[in-house]
């Protein structure tokens, strides 16, 4: 490698500094307190991080769950729904305010609380400073205040779900004046303000875990480790972590600005508004304000929800193909690339609102642009596939899935990039299927690839395979057969979030569709409960993992014990002779050289 020579500075001395200094703590017992809730070792916070983003993704399921019965079947009552929500579905059918309200509580949780915290939260915790060759994160106190404003965010939002007016529902991007004006709608009271306040708190939380993400990959490489031999997740997860400390305090600015409309008599985002003929003092503010705000943070979110499961399917795939990744820098600079590209793209999300048509052309130009270093992806994925000695565990099943939705659903948006198709296809179904695709579920499919292959090194045993399998093969069926119909429905015009659709003769045709989709839907929900069982039980009853690398992979994760203490190596830290996907022959019958092993003589660095 030509850059041999780069200067690793003071961080060495720290990383190396700190084990002593770790070392020398963890001989005494720590209370059960302030090693598993209040804890400053990164691992931990990755564990709590995941847990709360499982519990969030059952809830914002659940909602996606009744919602869909009321679309399913518009006619039908379902008494045990009473017992659950009360008042929000008396005689067991759901009333409209609350459905709305599940919509925006649905999309809410699942964007932010699981694909955001949960994806990010636990594996930006756990893989950076394991990968990189650090004893922790920059800053743990600040790493553990990070999961704790995520903990007090998901208090609030859970709050929120039993005021009596009811959860906020404004839909999951809260445009104003739905949420600027308390008197709007019952979603638009209280459970608006403590959504804006819990939102608000997440915002923090994910400002001050990115902020130590990219201090820690920054300053804290061990020896050896040059920016060019950092795994392709080390990469992805930095890139995420810039995107948000870059957008979300635009989102902040948009929410602070609502809480002055809904509380101060400011005019910020209000104009000319009527409520039942009377007129509002409010005038000279204009929405689509918000909507920029939003929308600003709004499509770099997608790339900080895609970009963890990019980074994650190239390490599986790799590990799983024995082969190493193809192109390692065209895969850094297409992860650049994407993440340039997605500020300069926000504004195709408002082509129907009133936009210039030229500056809607710079957008499209811009949009359709992003294909492109999605598509080097997509190439180098699966020319690393490509002849590879594959090995098909549930983490490599889930990462070609990822693949697979990604390519499907990546599609679809060159529709809705283009402003003319846009102003048909807009708010329809067709935007519903694009993005759950896309960004939904194969963002959670990285996630359960994560899961499945770094388990052992969280908790040092492995996950059940055959449930791993039956998860996998079902998921994967059912994601195609609740989305990709929705496509249709969305080209005949079929608008969404509307209650009920039977009183449209040209939407009453999708009937039996839309029942087919609800009980996919269901049957794809309780699935994941086989995951949640499979997860919890292999952490106390799961096969327990007996060599440090079970995988056979080449990353720095896999030199530490099977199960890690606080500062992760007991002694030194190890030096990085090469770069991170050296699958090849080691010259005693092995498939792999770990990044640790010195270059022999006349060998070059991979790539």
Do not use: C
């Amino acid at each position: 490698m030509s850059n041999e020579a780069t200067i690793h500075g003071p961080e060495t001395a720290h990383a190396h500094g700190a084990g002593a200094e770790h070392n020398g703590h963890e001989h005494h017992e720590q209370h059960f307190i302030w090693k598993y809730i209040f804890s400053m070792d990164h691992k931990i916070i990755s564990r709590q991080f995941l847990v709360t983003g499982i519990f969030w993704a059952i809830v914002g399921a659940f909602f996606s769950l009744i919602f869909r019965l009321q679309l399913g079947f518009p006619d039908s009552t379902f008494p045990w729904m009473e017992k659950i929500l009360g008042e929000w579905a008396k005689g067991g059918k759901l009333s409209p305010e609350f459905y709305y309200a599940l919509i925006t509580m649905h999309g809410t949780i699942l964007v932010f609380f699981v694909l955001t915290a949960g994806l990010s939260g636990t594996f930006a915790n756990l893989l950076i400073p394991l990968q990189v060759g650090a004893r922790d994160m920059a800053s743990p106190f600040l790493n553990m205040l990070s999961y704790w404003f995520f903990f007090a965010s998901s208090v609030l939002m859970f709050i929120s779900l039993f005021v009596q007016t009811g959860p906020a529902s404004g839909g999951w991007t809260s445009y104003p004046p739905l949420s600027a004006l308390k008197e709007a709608s019952l979603g638009s009271g209280i459970g608006m303000d403590l959504w804006i306040l819990s939102m608000a708190l997440f915002v923090i939380s994910s400002l001050l875990g990115g902020l130590n993400y990219i201090t820690t990959v920054l300053n804290m490489r061990t020896k050896g480790m040059t920016m060019t031999r950092m795994p392709l997740t080390i990469w992805a997860l930095f890139f995420t972590a810039v995107l948000g400390v870059l957008s979300f305090p635009v989102l902040f600015s948009g929410f602070v600005l609502l809480i002055f409309d809904r509380n101060f008599g400011t005019s910020f985002y209000l104009s000319e508004i009527f409520i039942n003929g009377r007129a509002l003092p409010h005038i000279g503010g204009s929405a689509i304000l918000y909507q920029h705000l939003f929308w600003f943070l709004g499509h770099p979110e997608v790339y900080i929800i895609m970009l963890p499961g990019m980074g994650m399917a190239s390490e599986v795939i790799s590990v799983n193909s024995r082969k190493p990744i193809f192109g390692y820098l065209a895969m850094v600079i297409s992860l650049i690339s994407i993440a340039l590209l997605a500020f300069l793209v926000w504004a195709h999300h408002m082509f129907v609102t009133g936009m210039s048509p030229f500056l809607g052309s710079i957008f499209v130009l811009l949009t359709l642009l992003i294909a492109v270093p999605s598509a080097v992806k997509v190439f180098n994925w699966l020319t690393t596939i490509w002849r590879g000695n594959l090995r098909f565990t549930p983490a490599m099943l889930f990462a070609l899935g990822f693949v697979s939705l990604f390519i499907s659903g990546g599609l679809t948006g060159i529709f809705l990039g283009n402003s003319a198709l846009d102003i048909h296809l807009h708010d329809t179904y067709f935007v519903v299927a694009h993005f759950h695709i896309v960004m939904g579920v194969s963002a959670f499919f990285g996630m359960f690839a994560g899961i499945y292959h770094w388990f052992p090194k969280m908790f040092g045993r492995f996950m059940n395979n055959t449930l791993g399998y039956i998860h996998f093969f079902i998921t994967i069926a059912g994601a195609y057969l609740i989305f990709w119909p929705m496509h249709y429905e969305g080209i005949a015009g079929m608008p969404r979030r509307y209650y009920d659709y039977s009183a449209w003769e040209s939407f009453k045709q999708f009937q039996s569709l839309n029942s087919f989709i609800s009980i996919i839907a269901a049957i794809v929900f309780f699935t994941q409960f086989i995951f949640v069982i499979n997860f919890f039980v292999s952490i106390w009853r799961g096969r327990k993992v007996t060599t440090p690398n079970p995988w056979g992979a080449t990353t720095l994760e896999w030199t530490t014990p099977i199960k890690p203490d606080h500062g992760n190596w007991p002694g030194e830290i190890p030096e990085v002779h090469r770069w991170a996907y050296d699958y090849k022959d080691d010259g005693h019958g092995g498939d792999f050289i770990p990044q640790t092993v010195p270059l022999r003589p006349g060998e070059e660095d991979g790539h």
